[in-house]
């Protein structure tokens, strides 16, 4: 059982020690930041309202015996306790005022408002925090299946290599900026091939290229993309999204790493080079996914042929788009029959391309 204390804390406190980061709230198990304005807005409101909000969770960091200060982390309030920070910084404003307006009195209350806060004696990086984190996360923006997916599949390598190609994990980060920020649970060989590998272009088809929006990725969409590729690529095409028998099976060594991550490199130059329009039909989620596996499917052959070609014929095909695929791209787009025909249309626009 895990021993905890209660208690009450002012606000100013609180974010006294984020600042100082004596509090983190982005260790390495923690979503991405998800609220929207309209949502940070309706919270800080219940702070200058004088009313209560749910308890902030919190486990015990590191303790430096030298310098006798001890490092915390937030289990539970990331979103609460960011909204503060940025209302504090006059990063949006509330009612039409924004914190730098408010009167001395108004400021006052403000700062000395009394959070509730659950402090944990377990350490950021114990096993069991991540179990605990995704059980607290049952509110409106409860985690999705993917970030639940993201969380209780951290170690695997099959998930460390999607990560990686979603830009979910920084093996460059500054420890300074955010010092629980990187998994104790990944393996120094994971980290060592992970910083051989240059994924300019795979990074920036997936995060840069109009396929996913801001709010998409703050939700772990990409994540997900990236997994059915990686699954689809290993065991072929399936229905909806990738089995957690295939996240288990390639938990301690994904052999073929190597290979799948050049080789989805060198596919997302390819398509890159192509300079699509901004909103380009290719752009569509469910058509990316195809483009990106049959792509690799004929990345040897498609090496050779000129970019300018492969952009005409996808332009030909957008503009009169054989009504199969059409539907396909439409409704039911992650079925494994509609990934099928969306493929089969794009292998023979492949064979065309590849028979001028």
């Known amino acids: 059982m895990i021993k905890y204390n209660i208690r009450s804390r002012q606000l100013l406190d609180v974010v006294n020690e ?20 309209i949502h940070k807005i309706d919270f800080i409101k219940t702070i200058l309202m004088g009313l209560p909000f749910p308890e902030i969770f919190i486990a015990k960091g590191d ?5 006798m200060t001890a490092t915390s982390c937030v289990v539970d309030g990331q979103q609460r306790l960011n909204s503060i920070l940025e209302f504090i910084s006059n990063e949006f404003a509330v009612d039409g005022q924004f914190y730098s307006k408010l009167t001395a009195k108004e400021k006052e209350g403000f700062l000395k408002y009394e959070i509730a806060v659950i402090e944990l004696d377990i350490k950021h990086d114990d096993p069991l925090i991540q179990e605990m984190f995704k059980r607290l996360n049952r509110t409106y923006y409860s985690l999705s299946n993917i ?41 120094q060989d994971f980290i060592e091939w992970a910083k051989t590998k240059k994924l300019t272009n795979i990074n920036r088809l997936i995060l840069d290229s109009h396929v996913f929006s801001t709010y998409e990725i703050s939700r772990k969409i990409h994540l997900n993309f990236v997994l059915n590729i990686l699954g689809t690529i290993t065991v072929g095409f399936f229905n909806r999204n990738l089995r957690k028998e295939v996240l288990d099976q390639f938990a301690e060594n994904f052999p073929d790493k190597n290979e799948i991550v050049y080789n989805l490199e060198m596919v997302a130059s390819k398509i890159n080079k192509l300079k699509l329009k901004k909103d380009s039909y290719w752009y569509n989620k469910a058509n990316m996914f195809s483009l990106i596996i049959v792509f690799y499917n004929y990345l040897e052959e498609l090496s050779e042929v000129k970019e300018s070609l492969i952009k005409e014929k996808l332009q030909e095909f957008e503009d009169d788009i054989p009504e199969a695929y059409q539907i396909a791209a439409k409704e039911g787009v992650n079925n494994k029959k509609e990934r099928l025909i969306r493929n089969e249309h794009l292998e023979e626009l492949i064979d065309e391309i590849l028979s001028e």
Do not use: C, H
């Open 18 to 37: 984020m600042r100082i980061k004596k509090l983190i709230i982005s260790p390495y198990f923690q979503r991405n930041l998800v609220w929207r304005t």
């Open 63 to 67: 303790l430096d015996i030298e310098e």
């Open 147 to 187: 970030e639940r997916l993201s969380t209780e599949y951290a170690p695997s390598e099959f998930m460390l290599v999607a990560k990686l190609i979603s830009k979910e994990i920084n093996f460059e980060q500054d420890e300074d900026e955010n010092p629980m920020g990187f998994d104790p649970n990944i393996t």
